[in-house]
């Protein structure tokens, strides 16, 4: 009998251990033809046989309709310890997202692949938009405060407590980014995912290995020991081209790697012995690197995965170091946070924790967000806004006072509303969200400039310091420059889970902050039953 997947992920970081490589199943869009080989056909196939580890199952990639990945697990019912469901936050809201996870628990899928999601592309009868009510670290929380059993309020008005779920949830990471403004914020993110619950990590698909194993420095830089899964694809040329364009969200390939291809693409073969040997190259290096795991994609048919293992297994085992110097695919001027050894390529290892490594990246000297406007918000926030602070107990009790239910406290409330509501229209462009995310974000509001609402740091889709849309820079590298220009870059790392209140839309920021209705109250506590706060 195949030991589970979580079993596999541990077992495999003790010695002498087998490698296990898992596979990436890809639903369809529309009704699987009767007949036709489907990738229900395919997940089994691959399953039934003892060099399959487990299968995962995308949920909606590259922002498509598709079918659900319970529904395909659903017909694998036999092999259900060694199957992960991605769930993305694109789709659903976060009561959405809850009753999807009670459904997998109460049929056994326990293994769950957390993503924020990719931006739809597509939708009936033209464009839908995302959900996006919870981003993949408020998504890890829940699911965390599920495993602990999730309090709730019954119809009787007293708190009850959930039988606990047993999720086994793993997060995902974008090393592949070319400028520092999104490479760290990343790196911070990640370290956010793994504080909110997440138990292991694959990151997303890239060709650069000194960028995969920057991951394995920064877990061990944060004391974080959790298995990493290293990423692997069979590619095509075809499917090269759209990663190269930027047409799938955290897929890179840069140009450098696609001349190649295009090479190689020409002869006899297609460029098929190519493809083979450069996944199976990598799942030699992810072996050598002591990833936990490997992961690959791009299969079509069983018989493709199966050759690419017995191909990587007949690598010697110090072939992975030649194979590492191979695999190194950057994009121009890319950004690394570690410098390399000059006599085995690999990342150094020597500094003692990653928040003084960081201080010692030059402070910029000028950059394009710092400006008036900003020092402004920050003057402004800091005499007024921030807790303890300056006018702060004095605005409190203004709104403490203020908060009668005479006439006269109604009609100043409504007339602080509509002030406030004008001026971070006219300034922020703010929607009225009631629980404001402009101090966490540097001033930006993250309801309205950033397309996935992301308040706890990056989604992975960016591309060259641009939105995964491509219509404006991503909120988050204005921050990180921000930020670091005032020596404050920790607080992409020290900053508590952030979840919006919905219940406060369209009614006063100001109000809710000094009346601790919004976010910053929850955070200023911290309660004992909740570490991730």
């Not at 499917?239 to 969200?249: E, H, P």
């Not at 017995?310 to 570690?338: A, G, R, V």
Request: glycine share 8%; with cysteine.
């Amino acid at each position: 009998m195949k030991s589970t997947f979580y079993e596999k992920l541990r077992e495999s970081l003790l010695p002498d251990r087998p490698f296990p490589v898992g596979a990436e199943i890809v639903t369809t869009r529309g009704i699987p033809v009767r007949g036709n080989y489907s990738p229900v056909d395919l997940a089994r196939e691959l399953l039934s046989e003892e060099r399959t580890d487990w299968i995962s199952v995308t949920d909606n990639p590259g922002g498509n309709p598709m079918l659900p990945a319970d529904w395909l697990a659903g017909q694998l019912s036999e092999f259900v310890p060694n199957i992960i469901l991605h769930l993305a936050c694109k789709d659903y809201n976060r009561a959405g997202l809850e009753s999807n996870l009670w459904r997998y628990a109460a049929e056994g899928f326990n293994n769950i692949l957390v993503l924020s999601g990719d931006l739809p592309v597509t939708g009936y009868p033209k464009l839908s938009s995302g959900v996006f009510d919870l981003d993949s670290v408020g998504l890890l929380d829940m699911i965390t405060s599920m495993n602990r059993g999730l309090p709730i309020l019954s119809r009787r008005g007293v708190t009850e407590t959930l039988t606990p779920t047993n999720f086994f949830a793993g997060c995902v990471v974008n090393p592949f980014k070319q400028n520092e403004n999104e490479l760290i914020p990343q790196y911070y993110k990640l370290v956010r995912k793994i504080r909110a619950g997440a138990a292991w990590v694959l990151p997303q698909l890239g060709y650069d290995m000194r960028k995969f194993y920057e991951i394995r420095q920064i877990l061990r830089l944060q004391n974080l020991d959790i298995p990493v899964i290293g990423n692997a694809y069979i590619l095509t040329k075809t499917v090269a081209t759209m990663f190269n364009a930027g047409k799938l969200a955290g897929c890179v390939v840069s140009d450098r790697l696609l001349a190649e291809i295009e090479k190689y693409s020409a002869g006899h073969d297609k460029g098929k012995q190519y493809f083979q040997e450069l996944a199976a190259k990598q799942l030699a290096v992810f072996k050598g690197l002591g990833f936990a795991a490997g992961y690959l994609g791009g299969i079509t048919k069983p018989e493709s995965f199966f050759e690419i293992i017995e191909l990587s297994n007949q690598y010697s085992s110090n072939d992975w170091k030649q194979f590492y110097h191979e695999i190194q695919f950057p994009q121009p001027n890319e950004f690394y946070l570690f410098e390399t050894d000059s006599l085995t390529n690999l990342s150094e290892s020597g500094l003692p924790a990653l928040n003084p490594m960081l201080k010692k990246l030059k402070k910029p000297k000028k950059t394009k967000n710092i400006n008036l406007f900003y020092r402004f918000s920050r003057l402004v926030h800091g005499l007024a806004f921030h807790r303890n602070h300056g006018l702060y107990s004095v605005m409190k009790g203004v709104f403490q006072f203020l908060n009668r239910k005479n006439l006269f406290c109604r009609f100043c409330f409504r007339m602080i509303h509509r002030i406030e509501k004008d001026v971070k229209h006219s300034l922020y462009g703010c929607t009225d969200c009631g629980d404001c995310g402009l101090p966490d974000t540097a001033y930006l509001c993250p309801m309205n400039c950033c397309s996935k609402n992301m308040r706890n740091g990056p989604c992975g889709g960016s591309m060259q310091s641009r939105c995964e849309s491509d219509d404006k820079d991503c909120i988050w590298t204005i921050a990180y420059d921000r930020l670091k220009y005032f020596g404050e870059v920790d607080d992409f790392i020290n900053s508590p889970v952030l979840i919006y209140n919905a219940a406060l839309k369209g009614t006063s920021a100001w109000s809710n902050l000094y009346l601790d209705r919004d976010h910053n109250a929850q955070l200023s506590q911290t309660p004992e039953n909740n570490p991730n706060r």
